[in-house]
C-alpha cells in the first residue's frame, strides 16, 4: 500500500489543530481527512460518521481484536483510533491523507508506513492554550484540566516531529502549514 502521502497532525487539545486543518482542506479539497472512532461523547452539533465514529467502548474494543485500526490509544480517558480500511484504500489510489491524531497514535503509524510525515502544532503558551480552551467553550472545566495537565507530555513528543509550527498569529501558522503541503 501507501502510494499516497500521508500527513500525521499532533498538538495539545485547543492548540488550533482542526481551525488550521479546515484551512487546508479549503485550499484542497481533493485531500482526505481521516474520520477517527471514539468512546468520548458528541460535543454539540458533531454528527456520527463526519465528526467521528462515535462508539461504545464494546464497539471499540471489538475493533481492536479485529485488527481494524492502524493505531489507537487512550487520550484524556477515551479512546481513539483510526480505521486503517480507508487508509489503505486512499493511499493505494494515490490520494492525500491527513490524521489529526494525538502524539501516541502518530509514532505507531510511524512505526507502520515510515514514509508519513509528522506535523505537530504547538500554541504560544500554556497559558494562551488555556485561554483557547476556555473560550471554545465545548468541555467541561473538570475536561479543560485534563486536556491542560496532558499538554506538556504531547509538548515534549514534538522533538520527534518532522515540522513544528507554532500556532500565534492564525494567518502566519496557516502560511506556515501550507508550506508544508507543498514542499
Ligand atoms: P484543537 O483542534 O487543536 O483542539 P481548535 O482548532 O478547536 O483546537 O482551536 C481551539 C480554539 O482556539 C478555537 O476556539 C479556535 O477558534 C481558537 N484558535 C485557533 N487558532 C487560534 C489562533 N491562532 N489565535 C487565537 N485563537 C485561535
Ligand atoms: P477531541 O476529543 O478534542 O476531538 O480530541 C482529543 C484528542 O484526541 C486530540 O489530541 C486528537 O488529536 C486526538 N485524536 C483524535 N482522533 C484520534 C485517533 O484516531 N487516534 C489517536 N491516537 N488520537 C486521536
Known sequence: MAEGLLY???????????????RV???????????SATTRAPRQGEVDGVHYHFMSI????????????????????NYYG??????????????TVLLEIDVQGAFQVLDKLPQAKLVF???????????????????SDE??????????GEMEASK????VIVNDDLERAAKELSHVFDS
Open 58 to 77: 464494546d464497539e471499540f474494543e471489538d475493533v481492536i481484536e479485529k485488527d481494524g485500526f492502524i493505531e489507537w490509544a487512550q487520550v484524556h480517558s
Open 8 to 22: 500525521v497532525i499532533s498538538g495539545p487539545s485547543g492548540a488550533g489543530k482542526g481551525t488550521l486543518v479546515s
Open 160 to 163: 520527534d516531529y518532522d515540522y
Open 121 to 139: 502544532i504547538a500554541p504560544p503558551s500554556l497559558e494562551e492554550l488555556e485561554r483557547r480552551l476556555r473560550g471554545r467553550a465545548t468541555d
Open 25 to 35: 482542506l479549503e485550499e484542497h479539497p481533493d485531500y482526505v481527512l481521516s474520520i
Open 143 to 152: 475536561v479543560i484540566d485534563q486536556r491542560l495537565a496532558n499538554a506538556k
Open 82 to 95: 483510526t480505521p486503517l480500511a480507508p487508509i489503505e484504500e486512499h493511499l493505494a489510489a494515490g490520494d
